[in-house]
């Protein structure tokens, strides 16, 4: 039971009474005004009209301009009506199609996404010139384009015309050079390779590394071409064959403390690895690094062979990193990024200075896991003699360990991308909106270091932006079900998953996209503020709008990151091109 009075006496109960009559008619009193003052304003509007100077000249609505968005940000269209087809038309950028009334009045009276009229344009209807078609006087027939306009513009945009016929071929010549250059400088013949000289010990080589618009210059260097004459004697050879000892020598028998295994390695081969024991690591012998260097150490057999261990090293970490340097000036689809496969690949399209190149690649050659042949053990231990070489000054280890950072933040991004997206797919869009947000959040901060640092920002916009929206329109429907659970649940998506977000997507006004969608939220929620409904519903959606309403873009705290699942490199690689793929497929969705 409510607590209530018990005992109420006749004279309470009067007072009561008087005072409810009293505050009654107060009420149908203003009720009374109110109804009154708003009849005095419709005779005063149809008064005004009916004053013979206001109807004067007959006119008719001609054109309405409609804007969408904010005060600070938005996009502006037309109608106008075409007098001679007796239509509508929207004219919207360099779009023109017919429209109608209904589509019009949709759009500038408001309360449709998030547009509404701000300019209406009235012509007389007396002249007859403005609505009519115009005739030649002398010729009689019918003006159009730029017959129609006055002589002075007409001159005026003919005369722009001409200039920018004239920019349309200046440009087309530009490019048709440009081509011509290049398909010069691809048939210029190539040098002939020098012949290999064995290497002097204690002499250090070091890698280039041009950037991404150099190619040309890179490409006529001696040293590059002989790598290119290595590569293609052994095109027609495969990784096995490669890998395959020559049959003058027999095989060494593996040592008392060694296992013999066999390894299966994708896109190189299968081998037979000897190894010591717990020094062999089937994950590390599986990555993409492990497979380019294997690969690399089998092409540069016949150095190896006739020069020794040293020379066969500068050759096959030459011929390592001319591949990823290819690799790395190569554009991919999204679902190949050869930056997750390789971390030289990201510093070089990064430009990372030469000794933090050089350094990663001489620590892929120094790897212990390399060690289940007498060749590859031999180039491993030269490969460890030049890591110890290096003297502290010539490598900055503090900045060397800022790009092996930076590549491990690149590819926690990655993984926070692809788990979002497979959670989006899945249609679980709370799980999604959280890796996606800090998917964004992480890759913003990489792409302020450089382009090439992160992902496509657009993409990942707009999944979190259908997240939020798709979220927004869950909670909707739990709060319209009344039911008193539902509704909770609904508040609680707002409270602790949308509102939160909101910032993110207002503190930056040029994503004009992200604002709209806002806007777009808030008006429906906005929408039940003129619909009936239970008083305990209406005081929660009272306490919630103010809220959902507040135009602060401070960024609160979110919850501690989702914790990422483990992955190998060949594993994030395959999952990651299965997602992108598949994104591929989907359409846009407007994005």
Request: hydrophobic share 35%.
């Amino acid at each position: 039971m409510h607590p209530a009075p018990r005992h109420i006496t006749e004279e309470e109960l009067s007072v009561l009474e008087g005072c409810l009559h009293r505050w009654r008619t107060e009420v149908e009193n203003d009720t009374r005004d109110l109804q009154e003052s708003i009849s005095r304003i419709h005779r005063t509007i149809e008064l005004m009209y009916s004053d013979k100077t206001m109807v004067q000249v007959p006119y008719r609505l001609h054109a309405v301009l409609v804007h969408e968005g904010q005060a600070n940000a938005g996009h502006y269209w037309a109608y106008i009506y075409d007098h001679h087809q007796s239509r509508w038309m929207k004219y919207n950028d360099i779009s023109v199609t017919k429209s109608t009334w209904e589509e019009l009045e949709r759009d500038s009276f408001g309360g449709y996404r998030n547009a509404s009229a701000y300019c209406l344009m009235y012509i007389n209807d007396k002249e007859q010139y403005l609505i009519q078609e115009e005739f030649n006087k002398e010729t009689g027939q019918i003006l159009v384009g730029m017959d129609t306009l006055p002589s002075d513009l007409r001159d005026y945009v003919k005369e722009d015309n001409k200039r920018f016929e004239k920019e349309l071929e200046e440009w087309d010549a530009e490019l048709a050079q440009k081509a011509q250059q290049e398909k010069l400088l691809s048939q210029i013949p190539r040098a002939p390779a020098p012949s290999p000289a064995p290497v002097q010990a204690g002499e250090p080589e070091y890698l280039e590394q041009p950037s991404r618009t150099d190619i040309s210059k890179h490409l006529k260097e001696d040293s590059v071409q002989a790598i290119n004459k290595a590569l293609a004697e052994q095109e027609d050879r495969g990784p096995e064959a490669i890998m395959d000892t020559s049959s003058d020598n027999a095989p060494a028998q593996p040592a008392p403390n060694q296992r013999v295994v066999e390894v299966a390695i994708p896109d190189v081969g299968t081998f037979v690895i000897e190894s010591e024991e717990g020094g062999y690591d089937d994950e590390v012998m599986l990555t993409p690094n492990m497979q380019g260097i294997i690969m690399a150490i089998g092409k540069a057999r016949n150095v190896y062979d006739r020069c020794g261990p040293e020379a066969g090293f500068f050759k096959a970490i030459k011929l390592e990193y001319t591949r990823l340097l290819k690799l790395a000036q190569e554009d991919p689809p999204p679902e190949c990024d050869y930056r997750l496969r390789h971390a030289i690949v990201y510093f070089i399209q990064n430009q990372a200075p030469k000794k933090i190149i050089e350094r990663t690649l001489l620590e892929q050659f120094g790897d212990h896991n390399l060690s289940f042949d007498e060749r590859c053990r031999n180039i491993m231990k030269v490969a460890q003699a030049k890591l110890e070489m290096i003297k502290p000054d010539e490598v900055n280890m503090e900045e060397y360990e800022r790009w092996h950072q930076d590549y491990r933040h690149f590819k926690e991004t990655t993984m926070f991308l692809m788990v979002g997206l497979e959670f989006f797919q899945k249609k679980s869009y709370m799980e999604a909106l959280l890796y996606l947000i800090y998917a964004y959040q992480n890759n913003k901060e990489l792409l302020s270091k450089g382009p090439y640092r992160g992902h496509d920002e657009e993409l990942i916009s707009h999944y979190r932006r259908e997240c939020l929206l798709k979220l927004n329109e869950h909670a909707a429907a739990l709060f319209e079900s009344g039911d008193d659970q539902e509704v909770n649940n609904g508040l609680i998506i707002m409270n602790e998953l949308i509102v939160p977000c909101l910032p993110l997507l207002l503190v930056d006004e040029m994503e004009e996209k992200d604002i709209v969608a806002v806007e777009d939220m808030r008006n429906r929620w906005c929408s039940y503020l003129g619909q009936e409904m239970e008083p305990n519903l209406q005081e929660k959606l009272t306490d919630f709008l103010p809220k959902l309403l507040d135009c602060s873009t401070e960024i609160k705290g979110f919850n501690d990151p989702p914790k990422l699942p483990s992955y190998s490199t060949h594993e994030l690689c395959e999952r990651y091109a299965r997602i992108m793929l598949s994104l591929s497929r989907t359409p846009a969705d407007g994005r």
